[in-house]
């Protein structure tokens, strides 16, 4: 027979749900599931804040029908650590010090009157009430903070009833409703938290981003290795045309200089055949030249 530890044995005498599925309404889910999402987020890098929802919280060992489940909490102060159900006396008695219920006719009763009683009891800080629906709260956001062992009401920033904020002092947060819709704001960046999804999508989004600038540089930087390998290519031409020109200088000057050469040769021939007693007529036709050119000879060297 199999001998339970006190860990197990603890575990069933503390359930963590009552057996029946969680019946909310999808808009009661959707700020539910927001309000959880954002804080998780907004905490994740702080290992000391627990940010659980609608799990259930004993605050008597020994009594297992001293319970209560908010819809969404935070606690400071205690690990950042997935929890089956969080007990005062296994945390060293840390309470929540941010809790927020959504409203809904199936809670309405207990959100004012019967939950307020145990938060205070339990030293809750600060209590905040939303009901998304607008048939319960006026306005539809409120909130209240523990002030010498009493709730006293935070002040409100009303634009309209359907639009306002209050500040939480635990979270260092603004609570907004606009126009109805739940949501968080960082004051010191002044950025409305994201959900789960939306930081997602947001980094996905960057990803793409992302992925296009870096196709974007790797099609400029293509581009410039062809530009810059038809620029070496037009550079290679142009200094073969060069060297072709200098090569085609260089065989024009050893002309010129042949022909330079010969016509010194001729008009040395021209002279000496002349001082032998040669007249010009006789010279060209010995030499195959006309005797314009003889003459021209001649003309140069005299």
């Not at 809904?104 to 019967?114: G, I, P, R, V």
Request: one cysteine or more; aromatic letters at 10%.
């Amino acid at each position: 027979m199999k001998v339970l530890t006190a860990l197990e044995q603890e575990e069933i005498d503390y359930p963590s749900g009552d057996g029946e599925p969680m019946a909310e309404s999808d808009i009661t889910c959707y700020y539910l599931f927001y309000a959880l999402g954002a804080l998780r987020l907004f905490f994740q890098e702080r290992s000391d804040v627990y940010v659980s929802a609608n799990s259930y919280i004993y605050y008597e060992e020994g009594n297992k029908e001293a319970v209560v489940a908010p819809d969404v909490y935070v606690v400071i102060g205690v690990s950042n650590r997935k929890r089956r159900n969080y007990k005062l006396w296994r945390e060293n008695g840390i309470a929540p010090q941010f809790v927020l219920e959504i409203t809904s006719e199936t809670t309405q009763d207990k959100d004012q009157l019967t939950k307020p009683e145990i938060y205070k009891a339990l030293g809750v800080t600060e209590y905040f009430q939303y009901d998304p629906s607008g048939d319960y709260l006026n306005p539809i956001l409120q909130g209240v903070r523990l002030v010498n062992g009493e709730y006293e009401s935070i002040a409100a920033n009303n634009i309209s009833f359907d639009t306002l904020w209050l500040y939480s002092e635990v979270l260092e947060l603004e609570l907004h409703v606009i126009s109805g819709e739940l949501r968080f704001r960082n004051p010191e960046t002044g950025e409305f938290l994201r959900t789960i999804e939306e930081e997602q999508e947001g980094r996905q989004a960057a990803e793409l981003a992302f992925q296009q600038s870096e196709q974007a540089r790797l099609e400029t930087e293509a581009a410039f290795q062809q530009s810059e390998q038809a620029r070496l290519e037009t550079e290679a031409a142009f200094q073969q045309s060069e060297q072709a020109r200098l090569e085609t200088e260089a065989a024009f000057q050893q002309s010129e200089q042949a022909r330079l050469a010969t016509e010194t040769a001729l008009r040395s021939l021209v002279s000496q055949l002349l001082n032998s007693g040669m007249n010009l007529a006789q010279i060209a036709q010995m030499m195959s030249l006309p005797i314009a050119e003889v003459r021209r000879l001649v003309g140069e060297n005299e």
